[in-house]
């Protein structure tokens, strides 16, 4: 393996991050709204009443979905390597993912009582709930096929250790891209001045149109590490990553893990329930979006973004070293900026509480995300993107959420739906929550650096299946 990409790699890895960003940030982040606004927000009484709360729909939601992608991430994660054929998976991977996002739009209370027959209306609204959770799991089958199993495979596959926390630094600066460019065309979906299916099929089409791309651009790397038919077996390497042995040889990929793990774990607290935060709760107590623009925030939003960025700027420049000086002050970092998010709903400290959050945050996902990927052991990137799955996305999707979902519920702060319900919406206790899981990061984090992060390991193979 060479240790300088082409620019055709980093353009690939630059284009299916941005839209495999797209997708998984329409996922994360409207799937949700769409059930508060779509779904819940014509809701009678008898039929909240009737139904799971929305808070806890999208905890579950969020959970299923992390169940189905590392599900997903093992079995078809070992395939591509067994099959040694990325390209394949992303590419179909991608135009399938794109048409079940553009499927979604078509989901309705009105559509689901024709097609079951249903008059009830709590009946109504939790078949609809439950079709949008199945449909989510659907898409995440889809997404971390062609993503989490076979493009995070293949980064791994062309390169190079030097090179990969600035990889990790590019795919994180992409994803943030991503996530800006999906809010600035999601709010339009959320305040209602773009209908959900126009949104949804908008996105899903792109996102196709990318995968039919890739079956004509994308190319896998020589294998480095062939394994014989003889060696191998599928059955046994799903469970690779398990054994005793295998954990034991290799301490800092699975202490780099769990430090991920904590991390997305106290991010998933608050993350699922942001924007209906921020319609239901930040706004209104702030005057409205029309007092959101006044001169002081303005001004504080640009002294923010303009740090991010130069933040953003000095890791591009030292991601490559010296990860042990900056994972630690990362964490604390993080922790301080949930702490203050927890103290107020004033705009100002938002905007403020918001820099330490995403700076820290930002310097663990692609330290630790470039640490994991160097310790993997050499010709195993698929069989590993399962467990990697199992630690930053099942585990912090299954109870991050959960536990945002408790302190929303214990702090009781609800909103009028159109017919006067009651509705919980989040709260900033959740912020607080999250503050407590982030500070558990430094626990692995301490040993993982006594092991020594910056160091890169032996790749060696500890037992054949």
């Not at 040694?84 to 991608?94: A, H, P, T």
Request: aromatic residues 10%; glycine residues 8%.
């Amino acid at each position: 393996m060479t240790q300088k990409l082409s620019k055709r790699n980093w353009f690939l890895i630059t284009l299916f991050c941005f839209m495999g960003g797209i997708a998984w940030n329409t996922e994360n982040m409207y799937f949700n709204t769409f059930m508060y606004n779509s779904i819940y927000g014509d809701a009678s009484h008898e039929a909240m009443a009737g139904a799971m709360a929305p808070t806890t729909a999208v905890s579950r939601m969020v959970a299923l979905s992390a169940i189905a992608a590392v599900l997903t991430t093992f079995i078809m994660g070992n395939l591509s390597d067994k099959l040694k054929n990325r390209r394949l998976f992303i590419s179909v991977g991608y135009v399938l993912w794109g048409g079940v996002t553009a499927a979604f739009g078509f989901i309705s209370k009105e559509t689901t009582a024709r097609l079951l027959h249903l008059s009830d209306e709590a009946a109504i609204l939790t078949a609809t709930v439950w079709v949008v959770i199945l449909m989510d799991v659907v898409m995440t089958f889809m997404g971390s096929t062609s993503n989490d199993a076979a493009f995070q495979a293949w980064v791994t596959d062309i390169t190079h250790p030097k090179q990969r926390a600035l990889v990790e630094t590019l795919l994180s600066v992409v994803g943030t891209v991503s996530a800006v460019a999906i809010t600035g065309v999601g709010t339009m979906a959320q305040a209602g001045k773009l209908s959900y299916r126009v949104f949804f099929a908008g996105l899903g089409i792109v996102v196709a149109i990318c995968g039919v791309a890739g079956l004509f651009l994308l190319k896998d790397p020589p294998r480095t590490v062939e394994k014989t038919e003889e060696k191998s077996n599928y059955l046994a390497d799903l469970v690779y990553g398990f054994r005793p042995s295998v954990i034991k040889n290799n301490p800092r990929l699975y202490l780099a893990l769990s430090a991920f793990g904590l991390s997305v774990v106290a991010f998933q607290v608050f993350f699922p329930y942001l924007l209906v935060y921020l319609q239901y709760v930040v706004i209104p107590e702030n005057g409205g979006v029309e007092n959101m623009i006044r001169p002081s925030v303005i001004v504080t939003a640009v002294v923010v973004i303009g740090l991010i960025i130069a933040a953003v700027v000095l890791m591009l420049k030292f991601s490559g070293e010296h990860k042990a000086i900056f994972l630690a002050p990362s964490a604390v970092l993080m922790t301080a900026g949930l702490f203050l998010l927890s103290t107020s709903t004033d705009i100002h400290i938002i905007l403020i509480g918001v820099l330490p959050v995403v700076i820290g945050n930002a310097i663990i996902n692609i330290l630790l995300g470039a640490a994991v990927k160097d310790f993997i052991p050499e010709g195993k990137a698929g069989m590993f993107q399962g467990i990697r799955m199992i630690f930053v996305v099942l585990i912090p999707m299954v109870v991050g959420p959960v536990l945002g979902d408790l302190a929303c519920r214990n702090a009781a702060a609800t909103y009028p739906n159109e017919f006067g319900v009651e509705t919980i919406v989040p709260d900033k206790a959740m912020f607080l929550v999250a503050a407590v899981v982030c500070a558990l990061v430094l626990i692995p984090m301490f040993f993982l650096l006594k092991k020594g992060v910056d160091a890169v390991p032996e790749k060696t193979e500890v037992e054949t299946a």
